[in-house]
């Protein structure tokens, strides 16, 4: 089972941009799908993107599309969400979690989550 950490929040203005980054331990990361979910404060946990085990499927939430791209580097047991034109609605934190699915966009299909970053949208 993989371990995941997270880096890369912190405070933008809006229209600014980000680059998130899930570091996963042990030697199965390419047998995961892997997803970025976030927290609003006082709001559930909501699905933000996901990507295949292999890199070449991704699925976004409607809200993200367009503005942030996910990516995996399977040698560096890596996934990064790069997030552009960010908005104030996109402050939260941002959780990254694997699922042993081919892909998945639901919570309960992940099994392994990180401890999250925080990211913080000024107007």
């Known amino acids: 089972q993989v371990q995941l950490v997270e880096s890369g929040g912190g405070l933008v203005q809006a229209g600014g941009s980000l680059r998130l980054s899930c570091a996963a331990s042990?030697?199965?990361?390419?047998?995961?799908?892997m997803g970025w979910f976030r927290q609003a404060p006082g709001k559930e946990r909501e699905f933000v993107v996901a990507i295949s085990r292999s890199g070449g499927n991704t699925y976004y939430a409607d809200s993200e599309k367009g503005r942030f791209t996910i990516s995996r580097d399977n040698a560096k047991n890596t996934v990064y969400l790069q997030m552009n034109s960010l908005k104030p609605e996109d402050s939260g934190v941002y959780y990254c979690?694997?699922?042993?699915?081919?892909?998945?966009?639901?919570?309960?299909?992940?099994?392994?989550w990180g401890q999250g970053t925080q990211v913080t949208v000024s107007s």
């Open positions: 979690a694997a699922s042993p699915f081919i892909i998945a966009t639901r919570e309960d299909e992940y099994r392994v």
């Open positions: 042990g030697r199965s990361f390419s047998s995961y799908a």
